[in-house]
């Protein structure tokens, strides 16, 4: 042990990024990051051409936090040498293909991010009568294992793609889930019958890009469960759901209000951007100009409940959820936009005895998203905690906020001024009256 870290994290997604980046520039806190991948890449099998960041550029790594940071959005353009450019195209939101590549020029500069090095163990440890974690990473390229030490863990790891139990089965090369679209692009190319499932903004995506690409050649049907295709909401009071705020308001309810007030928000989280709406119509109305027929159904309040391979392709069987009807369709390739769930990692095993679980098997979250156990070193959660923090867990607008009161936590002091107030609505009874007043979450 020649070394103990403040903070060692696990994941390099855009948040354990932006808080690597926050650490390294403020000089307050000690912190080295390690990812399994040998570069940074945000959800690269939804790399669809076109498609752009549901937030404005502003949800960068860090410019939320501090906008005069070099490791911001607009000090990548200027970089780049296209600020002008920038300024000209008169764009808020971003294509995902330039905010990959932002995200990549920043893992870069970064002397604490460390690629290629998966974490296959960690332990508890002592150091000077002090409880730390022993890290074990191996390097993926050379085949060694090495031990770090640190106070801290930021667990960054993200979500996990979910397909209900029901469809497991039946994975493989033409029956995928959404975060695979753009490496089996090709099987859905040559398919002539093609079923995307799903209402979010995956599967609008999806359905988007292929009937672009398929147009009037093949049979394309879009299912699911929801009442609509419905547009995320995207007002501007609305999206103060998406604050500091709300998040402090959200947390202090029981879990039980918590679950319940979930369950009701779907399209804060879960809708289609009017944008995609629009550009889907378009596209189909387009498609039908001059008497051409579009072989395309839409279909809301409709579950996929068995899929089968029949005669090389696949038997699919369904039930309207409203009027109890069952419907049977063959399709060439399958498509299921049926979202993501936490991640539990297998690193934490030797540990994870300590945790505290909620009565649905999730980790009870302290107010500085620190996991509820009984441990004296802290583990961090990043966007693990939507149950106990609210909507705002994965948004990458909240990303520079919930650095903000990690690194503040892990050096003990204000390195990041936290306001005390942010929106203009109030979600509680009481409302914070000093605007500018800024405090620390221990």
């Given amino acids: 042990m020649t070394h103990v870290h403040d903070v060692i994290g696990v994941g390099l997604g855009p948040f354990n990024l932006g808080l690597a980046a926050m650490s390294e520039e403020s000089g307050q806190v000690d912190g080295l990051f390690f990812e399994q991948e040998p570069d940074f890449n945000w959800h690269p099998g939804m790399m669809i051409e076109g498609t752009t960041l549901q937030v404005p550029f502003f949800a960068d790594l860090i410019s939320l936090a501090d906008v005069r940071s070099e490791f911001s959005f607009l000090n990548y353009l200027q970089e780049h040498g296209r600020m002008y450019h920038f300024y000209f195209l008169e764009k808020f939101h971003i294509s995902r293909k330039e905010y990959n590549d932002y995200c990549q020029w920043a893992a870069r500069r970064l002397s604490n991010c460390n690629f290629g090095s998966k974490v296959v163990e960690v332990h508890l440890n002592e150091w000077n009568g002090e409880q730390i974690y022993q890290v074990v990473v191996q390097n993926l390229a050379r085949g060694n294992e090495k031990s770090y030490y640190t106070r801290n863990l930021a667990i960054g790891i993200g979500s996990v793609p979910f397909v209900p139990e029901h469809l497991k089965s039946q994975l493989g090369e033409s029956v995928f889930h959404s975060s695979e679209y753009v490496y089996k692009k090709e099987t859905v190319n040559q398919a002539e019958a093609i079923t995307v499932v799903g209402s979010g903004q995956s599967s609008a995506e999806i359905f988007l890009d292929v009937i672009k690409e398929k147009g009037t050649e093949a049979d394309i049907h879009w299912y699911t469960r929801s009442n609509g295709f419905f547009p995320m909401e995207y007002s501007k009071l609305g999206l103060e759901h998406f604050s500091p ?15 319940e007030l979930l369950n009701s928000q779907d399209l804060l989280y879960k809708g289609i951007s009017a944008e995609t709406i629009s550009e889907i119509y378009d596209s189909l109305y387009e498609g039908t100009v001059g008497d051409k027929q579009m072989n395309t159904r839409l279909q809301a309040m409709s579950e996929i409940e068995h899929i089968e391979c029949q005669d090389t392709v696949w038997k699919i069987a369904g039930r309207h959820l409203i009027n109890g009807d069952n419907f049977q369709r063959h399709s060439d390739a399958v498509i299921l936009g049926t979202g993501y769930k936490p991640a539990v990692p297998d690193f934490l095993s030797p540990i994870s005895c300590h945790f505290h679980w909620d009565q649905h098997g999730r980790y009870e979250v302290e107010e500085n998203y620190v996991i509820r156990s009984g441990l004296e070193a802290n583990i961090y959660i990043q966007n693990g905690e939507m149950h106990t923090h609210g909507v705002g867990a994965p948004d990458l607008g909240l990303g520079a906020y919930r650095n903000s009161v ?13 306001q005390e107030d942010y929106v203009f609505q109030t979600f509680g009874i009481q409302k914070a009256n000093r605007r500018k007043g800024t405090h620390v979450i221990r």
């Fill in 245 to 259: 705020d709300y998040t402090r308001f959200f947390y202090q309810l029981s879990q039980s209000k918590k679950d």
């Fill in 406 to 418: 990690i690194i503040n936590s892990i050096a003990g002091r204000e390195v990041f001024p936290i």
